[in-house]
């Protein structure tokens, strides 16, 4: 994460993802600050975003560190589902519930690019 001249923050990170197979998905987050940009590198996997969340709870202040203000609950209803692979680019706003429900390949990499309009996250 580095500041853009004081003005808003932009960080970048590398992520590697499990196999779902024969375990449950990771929950489903929403941002209230932080606008997410994904670059699929390896690997396959179902993504799906908007519609909403129900029960949803903080993340809490070590994820919140890394994220931004964050909510997390077990599924999204009525969202929007795709497969993604090597080279998909996506866009996620800020608000916008996400999760891959789904990796089927022995591991998907990605790299997160997260814009920080508001300065909650910390930058170097």
Do not use: W
């Not at 396959?44 to 931004?68: H, Q, S």
């Amino acid at each position: 994460m580095v500041s853009i001249n004081g003005e808003y923050n932009v960080g970048a990170a590398l992520v590697h993802r499990a196999k779902t197979a024969g375990r449950e998905a990771d929950p489903a987050l929403t941002h209230s600050q932080i606008t997410e940009v994904y670059y699929i590198i390896s690997g396959n996997g179902t993504l799906v975003t908007g519609g909403t969340i129900e029960d949803a709870k903080d993340v809490g202040t070590r994820a919140t560190e890394l994220i931004g203000p964050s909510s997390a609950a077990p599924k999204i209803l009525n969202g929007k589902s795709r497969q993604v692979g090597p080279g998909d680019m996506i866009i996620i706003p800020a608000n916008t519930p996400h999760t891959f429900t789904e990796i089927t390949t022995d591991r998907m990499v990605y790299m997160v690019m997260r814009v920080d309009p508001h300065k909650v996250l910390k930058a170097d």
